[in-house]
């Protein structure tokens, strides 16, 4: 597998989540410590679809939500070695825009961005999109503990690297 892809088992080896939360399928491009490009194919068995809503399906705007925080997750992972089991948990959504609806049969390209990571917070820029047109804006922030030597952005973008605890 090429530097910066990772398919569905590289996926599932970095994440806990399973079906029927397991949101993300390809990791496309990754810049450790920057940005990350994946994408989820959005299909008409996804089982809110039962649901939300039977006759003209729309995928949840918070389904779109979780599959940013999961792509966010695994940067993390690129971006520190972190412990076997180590998770990464959601803080906070900000600033959050929903601009489009995303159907069974789209492609919901996902991008995040490190913006900060400062004692294991972490505070990402978020869009996801179809075929180039957003869906979802805003930010998210999450917490974890960032490993022995690993780095840690300041809001001034200036990386230090952390000493240990």
């Known amino acids: 597998m090429p530097h910066g892809i990772m398919d569905i088992k590289g996926i599932l080896s970095k994440l806990p989540h399973r079906y029927p939360f397991q949101m993300v399928d390809r990791i496309v491009e990754v810049e450790p410590l920057k940005y990350i490009r994946a994408y989820k194919n959005v299909t008409n068995n996804e089982p809110y679809f039962t649901g939300h809503f039977p006759e003209a399906p729309i995928m949840p705007g918070v389904m779109q939500l979780e599959a940013l925080a999961q792509t966010g997750g695994i940067l993390l992972h690129y ?58 804006t805003g930010f998210i922030s999450c917490f974890f503990d960032v490993p022995k030597g690993g780095v840690e952005i300041l809001a001034d973008g200036k990386i230090i690297t952390k000493k240990g605890r």
Do not use: N, W
């Open 79 to 136: 971006s520190y070695k972190l412990a076997e089991g180590q998770i990464i948990l959601l803080r906070s959504f900000e600033d959050i825009k929903l601009r489009r609806t995303v159907v069974p049969g789209d492609r919901l390209d996902l991008y995040t961005e490190i913006l900060t990571i400062h004692r294991g917070l972490c505070k990402m820029k978020a869009l996801a999109s179809v075929d180039g047109k957003a869906t979802v």
